[in-house]
Structure formats: C-alpha cells, structure tokens
C-alpha cells in the first residue's frame, strides 16, 4: 500500500503476463506459394517476432463490471536474418530500436522492458536452432496487461493499552463491629544495619562517618 495515498482513496493495481511460442516452417509449405490473404512463411534461414500486447480492464456497464479485452499494439518484425539475431545483444537491440518506440502507452512499455529479457533468450534460441535452416521461424510474443481498480480502506483502529494497576498499601475490612475491622497493611520493609567487615554488630553514626564528616 502506498503511503502517500490517503484511506478510501481509488488506485489502480497493474500486472502483466508474458506467453512466448515459436514455429518452424516446414520446407514444402516455404517453398510453395501460399492462398491469396494469407501470410506467407519465412523463408529459410530468416525469422519473423511479431509482438502483441493486449489490455484487459474492467468496464461498468448495466449487467454489472466486465472485463474487456483490447488490443493495444501489434509490432512485427518480418524477415530478419537469423545470423543477425543469434546474440541475445542483437535482439535487445532491435527490441530497443524498432518495438519500444511504437508502444504508446507508459504501462505497456513497461510491461515491454520487464519481459525483454526472457523475448531476447527465446529469439535467439530459434535463430541457433538447426530447423531455421530449412523453413525458417516464426516467434509470437503475447503480453498481456492488467488494470484492477482497487479502494484502501483505513485501518481499525488500534486498542489503548491498559496500564498497570498497583496494589493498595493496606486495606480495611468492614465488619460492622469496630473491634473486629481487619487491617491487612502490608509490613514495612525494615532498613538494613550498615555494618564493618568482619563485625557483625552495627556501627554508631559519628563513628561510621569519622573523617568524612564536618564535625
């Protein structure tokens, strides 16, 4: 909970989930032409990252609160040259140059950085693999985003401490009869005598004091 907001003030709690799945093209399917409207696999020894990020937010509408789900960017990076991508440097650097610039929104961006890490060890692990030299690969990136309103409540309140309570001194015991009234005082603490090493009986004040004393 963040301390600079006040109690019963709305936020909102984000959170991102990242799905990363690679394809390999077979070599019949690259080398023959494919139908019209359809997207052609790469060719070989080339790879295409296609990065989606989808929101999902809570709509109020009259059947109640709903979760929408909206697509927010789709970035594809077509026939990229697998030896240029086989360092996980290179695909930082692309992520860097050619994805973090297209997202508009701060929060998806961010979603983008924390998840670059785990993209670029996925990319460049299809552009070593050995299949890529036959019908090439296709990397999808699918980043999902997640915005909950959330309302902090104040906290309750915490119980006073309750002091400690000393035992009277002494207490009286009414009985009706003043000769029969109980007094329970509890026995004074007697001084002890301040005594000499060695002698067990106790000292006069003048002579305990010789010396120390103006007199």
């Known amino acids: 909970m963040d301390r600079r907001l006040r109690a019963g003030v709305p936020a909102v709690r984000l959170s991102s989930r990242l799905q990363v799945a690679t394809f390999f093209a077979e070599p019949s399917a690259a080398s ?47 026939r990229r040259p697998s030896r240029k991508l086989r360092g996980t440097e290179r695909v930082e650097q692309a992520i860097a140059e050619e994805v ?58 915490r119980k006073p401490a309750q002091g400690v309570v000393s035992a009277p001194k002494s207490v009286i015991v009414k009985t009706g009869n003043p000769c029969m009234d109980l007094d329970s005082s509890l026995p004074a603490k007697k001084p002890e005598s301040v005594g000499v090493i060695g002698d067990q009986r106790p000292k006069p004040v003048d002579e305990m004091f010789k010396g120390w004393v103006p007199w």
Do not use: M
């Not at 789900?69 to 990076?77: N, S």
């Open 32 to 78: 023959r032409g494919s139908r019209p409207g359809s997207t052609r696999p790469p060719p070989a020894l080339t790879v295409d990252v296609r990065v989606v990020v989808r929101r999902h937010f809570p709509v109020v509408g009259p059947c109640g609160t709903r979760i929408v789900e909206k697509v927010a960017e789709d970035i594809a990076l077509r």
């Open 100 to 157: 973090l610039p297209r997202v508009a929104h701060p929060f998806d961006r961010g979603a983008v950085v924390a998840a670059t890490k785990e993209i670029c060890a996925r990319v460049a692990a299809a552009c070593a693999d050995p299949r890529i030299a036959h019908g090439g690969a296709h990397v999808l990136v699918l980043i999902d985003t997640f915005a909950c309103p959330v309302v902090f409540r104040p906290a309750p309140p």
